[in-house]
């Protein structure tokens, strides 16, 4: 019945109070990685489009994809890519409410982590 | 000091009633997307580099054209149902609702220029 104070009360999600460890540090990359991916997804829907248009165009687009700092952006988002895929494979299990208990979800994330680099690896190799 | 009961302050002030409907609907994209995103990252990965001509015939290919289709359509409502949940974390008042609006417009926006240029290259 108490008028509670509705002002300045904190707010989730508490990112300044909590010390990192590898399960927040995996979550949160699971959220940058995803909403980060829109910049790969730029970049190739540009390459798409310059193609559907000109050999002009294909060639601008082309080269910038195919560039150093291109490179880079294709590098880093098809880790984000199969980072994001793991950690929404984590997310499928987690929903049936196994894998929540400590142990599991520290394997888990090493896995995320791991399995990570080891798709981004195969992915650069195999392309 | 009003006298309100907690139930009478409550009512009215919860949530959209749409939380659930939003979850499966990531769910859902999120399962197709395991499916999608491999076959995709292996078509696309496959032709990036090739020449300009490669390119045009490739994608005139139902399946490579049908997979990026499809991973845009379902990729970017994903996303957009995503950014969505994390500018509702982080941004508040009139600044959340604005945006909202800007990422959906960005997501479909770019949706549509995808479409458009596999359909262009595919026909």
Known sequence: MADVNRGNRPLSPHLTI????L???TSILVRITGNALIVGAFLVIWWLLAASTSPE???????????WFGKLVMLGSIWALWYHTLGGIRHLIWDNAVGLDLPTAYKLGWALVIGSFVLTVITVIAL | MRYLTDRKRAVGMGSAKSGTA???????????????????VLTFGSILGAPYQEV???????????????TLIVGLEH????AQVLIEDYVHGTAEKISIILVKCLAYGMMATGLFAIAKLAL
């Open chain 2, 56 to 70: 045009l015939a490739y994608y005139q290919r139902p399946f490579p054209a049908i997979v990026a289709a499809l």
């Open chain 1, 23 to 25: 399960t927040s540090i």
């Open chain 2, 22 to 40: 939003h979850f499966w609907a990531m769910k859902v994209s999120s399962v197709a997307l395991l499916i999608l995103v491999p076959l995709f």
């Open chain 2, 79 to 82: 996303f957009q149902s995503g």
């Open chain 1, 18 to 21: 909590y010390r990192p460890q």
């Open chain 1, 57 to 67: 165009n294909f060639a601008i687009a082309d080269g910038v994809i195919r560039s």
